[in-house]
C-alpha cells in the first residue's frame, strides 16, 4: 500500500539559497526532511534517502515537481505493463522491480523537489494523488491478468489480487479522507497521516507489510510461482489486517473530532 507524499508548504529553504549543484542540493535536502513518524521500515530507510538524490539531481536539472511526477508514472507504469503482458521469467521478473523501485523512488522524488523550490502546489498534490490511485489499483490488476494467462491456478486464486485491490483501494480512500477531514478540523492546516504514528525501529518493521515498496520487491520473485503466490497472498492478508485495524482506529479518531 502507498501512501500519499503531499509536497510541503514553503520552508526556509527556497530556490534562491540553494545552488544548481548536486551537493548542495542533497545537503539542503538532508537537513529539511519530514517527520518519521509512522513511516514503513521501506519508505524511512530506502525510499526516502533514493528520492533525495532523485530530487537533487532533478534540481541540477532544473526539472519541476510535475515532471518528476511524471517520469515516476512513467516508469511505474511500464512496469505494471510488464507484469501483465510479459511471461514471468527471471529477466523479467528484474525488469519489473527495478520499473518499480524507480517509479517509487521518484514519486518520494517530486515532493521533496517541490519543497526544495519553496514549496508544493494544490494541482502538484492533486496529480500527485491521482497517479498514486491508479497505481495502486492497477498493479493488482496486472497480478490477476498474469496469474490467468501464464499461471497454473485453481480459478479461485484469481479472487486474490481481487481482493488485494479492494484493501488497497480503501486504504487509500481512508487515508485521504482522515486527512481531508483532519485539515478541516484544524482550518485548513495540512496533516500528513504518514506522520502521526511511533517513530521506533520495531514499529516501522511492523508496519512494512502495507509499504508499496515491499510489495515492488515481492515482484523480485515474480519467475518462482509457487513461491510468488503464497508470498503475494501472505501480503494481501497482513494488508487486510491492517487495514481493519486503522480502520478503527481513524473512526475513533474522527468520532473524537466531532
Partial sequence: MTTPD????????????????????????????KSSRGAPAYSRFVNRPLGRRFAALAWVLRFRPNQVTLLSAAATFSGIAVIAAAPPTLLVAVLVTVLLVVGYALDAADGQLARLGGGGSLAGEWLDHIVDALKSSSIHAAVLISWYRHFDLDPLMLLIPLGYQAVTAVFFFAMI???????????GQAIIIRGTGPTSFLYSLAVIPADYGLLCLLFLTLFWQPGFVVLYTLLFAANALILAASLVRWFREMSRLS
Fill in 177 to 187: 479522507l482522515t486527512d481531508l477531514l483532519r485539515r478541516l478540523n484544524r482550518g
Fill in 6 to 33: 503531499h509536497p510541503q508548504p514553503a520552508s526556509n529553504t527556497t530556490a534562491d539559497a540553494v545552488p544548481r549543484q548536486f551537493r548542495a542540493a542533497l545537503s539542503a535536502l538532508t537537513s529539511s526532511q
